[in-house]
DNA sequence: GAATGTCCTGAATCCTCTA
DNA sequence: GTAGAGGATTCAGGACATT
């Protein structure tokens, strides 16, 4: 039997192009073989997992489970799963741009491998993020703990990448506190599963939207372009359109390229000002504290405290500020005087405001507002 | 610099008796390599974790993260860390009966090499278990996900291996609901970590006892012997000796040894009518209002009002919410506009469902619930 | 004694721009 | 390349002191 991507990509012309909100039909290896460098933002993989299934597997009351038995997910041995990983992994490499990143998805069956091999092609991994099924299958046998959870490995192209986190959505999708490494969503059910024209389900292992709304929101940016190698039913696609990125999409099969197409279609993105998210600070325009003395909000000679009044520090003319002896920024004055490494000086130093200690920060986001 | 366990082992005469409830003092090879074939039930290992660090790290309060910097964690390049891995694995794999398990525990540094030269070595995964840490240290940086577990494999000696599982100890620990393979634990803390003479930790990376607990209440029977190549601390011993298992210590640093003797004298085996009382409480999930977001339940773009519909707030993609200019979580947003030092979002804000106004608690409610 | 507040700490691959 | 400065950044829980 041919297994899925082990045919050599045919050397073939790159097109210059990236065939933008689009399926590829054909293996994978091949069809990435075809994009450009350094051209995609973000790559998210969910390649099959050489389940290595025995048998067939029965229910306690007779009924027998739905197994992932395609020929798609049968490999000859793990040295054959290893050479057709490192071979798509080299191709994802090449075609991710330097400061992109790459998700990978598994089970126990082959997440250990694929780790390896992404750290073996130097891909640095900034996290593993557990994905903790709410509605796993439970164990029929007894004989293992319930397998209730996915892996997804998230990595970028070196150490020094400096890849999207959109830290301040995550924190608000959260309720006010850091995303954390295990996310509980629930499987892919009801009518979010795609199904064929018989009714049966389209694909043996589609992804829930949440997983990948989650993916996109964290760690692209709208506009941006995400490629799927291994595109299924077009969660990828589906989800991407919603939030406002681009997508590619590659698929082997002709039954799957077909109901992906359909869903997309299907799918309207998000009105703009429905996508917003919760700004990150870091890529707000800097002010310069003595633009706030030069405009009168700060006036020079005024006084700044810390928040417990332990501290008081006068402003000089050139938006300098003085404080038992020391002066320098806000930053430098905050860090002496506390004896700390380094401290914020917009969330350190306050003004009093009708009686109310007030952080310079919120005249900085005045001054941002054109207030 | 000479790094741990990287001396090949002498050649010299395996022991015919098993060491038994005694800490061997030495490398992990070496010692490994006077034990006799096939003599243990149990091998749980605490390898270390090649972590890589940079520099300093500072909270954003100004203290610094007291990181593990230990030379014993400290490898040259991942083909090092493989090759050490490579060769405890296989003294591991002699060592173990044919029907006995052995788990490793890791982070993503070390876990996915680890999990691959488990494989190669022809070790046949049962499970992959998630220690979901329930009290894990921030992201002080905001530049990634908490990171927040720590990933353990199970495995057989081969896939045929009849191994011991205590299904029923198992569910009656998880209030009668088939164990998963997501365990939330706090980390080691408290009076529980041990300290040395100068009141400090006495090891880095303590693992907890309850994590041992079940570990050792699922796998081994009474009377198995469970060795602990990477002793540390001791907390395998101590937990083995509470339990009423055998157990068998290696660990090459003398400060260890010294306080994991200590600690397990002190451990006094437990009645079995008193085992059960470590049963750890489930945890209630927390559901986020992100979630109904990511869902679909609540979509972004969405309107939400309070009861009396005085105020209106459109719900963004990450989950945070605008009004009048206010824009943030449920809570924060709710209590802006009230003027209120706090606000519970979830009964504050509705959402119009077949012309009657529902607390959008009542889709949390639903969510949690399944629907 | 109970309630409240302060301090400390945990396996961490933890910044970015300009000169 | 490197050096320096700006300024962004934390959650839960236990110990211990204070009210």
Redesign the pocket.
């Known amino acids: 039997m041919e297994s899925p991507g082990r045919s050599r990509p045919r050397t073939q012309s790159r097109s210059k192009e990236l065939p933008i909100d689009s399926i590829l039909e054909g293996d994978c290896i091949a069809e990435m073989a075809r994009l450009p460098d350094k051209s995609v933002d973000m790559i998210f993989a969910d390649p099959p997992y050489n389940l290595q299934l025995g048998g067939d597997l029965f229910r306690p009351e007779g009924g027998k489970v739905d197994a992932c038995d395609d020929d798609w997910d049968k490999f000859d041995s793990l040295a054959t799963y290893d050479d057709f990983t490192r071979e798509w992994l080299a191709e994802a490499r090449r075609i991710l741009k330097d400061d992109g990143t790459i998700w990978v998805i598994g089970s126990y069956h082959n997440i250990y491998r694929v780790g390896a091999l992404l750290?073996d092609a130097e891909?640095?991994?900034?996290?593993d993020i557990v994905w903790r099924k709410a509605n796993p299958m439970p164990n029929f046998r007894g004989t293992r703990f319930t397998n209730a959870h996915e892996t997804l490995l998230w990595?970028a192209k070196d150490?020094k990448a400096?890849?999207t986190?959109n830290?301040?959505a995550m924190?608000a999708l959260?309720d006010?506190?850091?995303m954390r490494s295990d996310w509980v969503l629930p499987i892919c059910s009801g009518s979010e599963r795609v199904k064929d024209d018989a009714g049966d389900k389209a694909h043996p292992t589609q992804k829930p939207e949440s997983l990948l709304y989650r993916i996109l929101l964290a760690c692209t940016k709208p506009g941006d372009v995400v490629l799927d190698p291994f595109f299924g039913t077009g969660t990828t696609g589906a989800v991407a359109r919603r939030l406002g990125r681009k997508w590619i999409g590659i698929e082997r099969e002709r039954s799957y390229v077909k109901v992906a197409r359909q869903r997309i279609d299907a799918t309207l993105p998000l009105d703009e000002s429905a996508m917003t998210v919760m700004a990150?600070?870091?890529s707000?325009p800097?002010?310069?504290?003595g633009l706030l003395v030069e405009s009168g909000m700060v006036p020079a000679g005024s006084l700044l405290m810390d928040s417990k009044r332990r501290w008081s520090a006068s402003v000089n003319a050139d938006g300098s500020i003085a404080c038992e002896g020391n002066s320098?920024?806000?930053?430098?004055v905050g860090?002496t005087l506390q004896g700390?490494?380094?401290?914020?000086?917009?969330?350190f130093w306050h003004v009093e405001l009708e009686d109310k200690l007030q952080p310079i920060?919120a005249l900085?986001q005045k001054h941002l507002a054109g207030l």
């Open positions: 750290q891909f640095w991994i900034l996290n990595c150490e400096r890849y986190f830290y301040r924190k959260n006010d506190l850091q990150d600070k870091r707000q800097r002010v310069a504290f320098g920024s806000i930053h430098k860090a700390a490494p380094s401290c914020n000086g917009w969330t920060d900085r």
